[in-house]
């Protein structure tokens, strides 16, 4: 089954503790992305990444990191989070980033104590 | 640049009715439009997508969307709602900027349907 997967689907954790939110992909897919979801401001996206080794900033990106070392993976860092980075977050994969619609994963709900 | 409003946070409708949700753009040059739809504790669905073919985009699920470029609408329909259409539907667009292809999604439209 072609599918993205977010780990862990739930976490909550103090300030300044660092996190990783892991994600893959089995449909061998170029184009990843992150995206947060806030109430009342749709999605944004943090960082997206067009191939392997090849990483770039989207709307919102300070605060995280990520890497793309693999195709089918591509995990979010948070290396000091704060309480504002407390949010709902998807990961998404698309054949290419020009113009393909994406797969999500079911998200991961962050609290930053 | 580019961006999207969803002109309603909410729409109520009664099952068996039909749905609306509003969807007005804005991109510098020849857009993609989709819709998404995102049930409680789910990631995000496609519905449907503009790719510069057919202005009439049939989706799943009996949605469709007409794309307008004079009037800068995308607007989503159904022709009957059911119950398991209530979720959160978001507008997406989606152009060239600067070699990229960044998309911008609406602030979405919580869809209710009543019995």
């Known amino acids: 089954e072609a599918q993205v997967t977010q780990n862990p689907r739930y976490l909550i954790t103090v300030t300044g503790k660092k996190l990783t939110v892991t994600c893959s992909q089995n449909?061998?897919?170029?184009?990843m992305s992150w995206y947060r979801q806030d109430p009342g401001l749709g999605l944004r996206q943090i960082y997206y990444s067009m191939n392997v080794e090849v990483t770039d900033k989207g709307d919102v990106p300070e605060g995280y990191k990520v890497s793309r070392k693999e195709k089918r993976n591509f995990p979010l860092i948070l290396e000091s989070p704060s309480p504002n980075q407390t949010s709902l977050y998807f990961c998404a994969s698309s054949l290419s980033q020009r113009n393909q619609p994406q797969h999500f994963g079911d998200g991961t709900r962050l609290s930053i104590l | 640049a580019q961006s999207v409003t969803q002109l309603d946070s909410h729409v109520s409708v009664s099952e068996g009715t039909p749905v609306l949700l509003r969807c007005n753009y804005s991109s510098s040059y020849s857009p993609s439009l989709f819709w998404y739809v995102q049930h409680p504790n789910k990631g995000l669905q496609l519905l449907l997508k503009?790719?510069?073919?057919?202005?009439l985009v049939k989706g799943i699920n009996g949605f469709e969307a007409e794309f307008k470029k004079s009037e800068t609408s995308f607007h989503l329909t159904k022709p009957s709602a059911h119950m398991s259409d209530a979720a959160e539907y978001f507008c997406?667009?989606?152009?060239?900027?600067?070699?990229?292809?960044?998309?911008?999604f609406g602030r979405g439209t919580s869809l209710i349907v009543h019995p």
């Open positions: 449909m061998n897919h170029e184009y």
């Open positions: 997406v667009v989606s152009g060239a900027s600067g070699g990229s292809y960044i998309p911008t």
């Open positions: 503009y790719t510069s073919a057919a202005t």
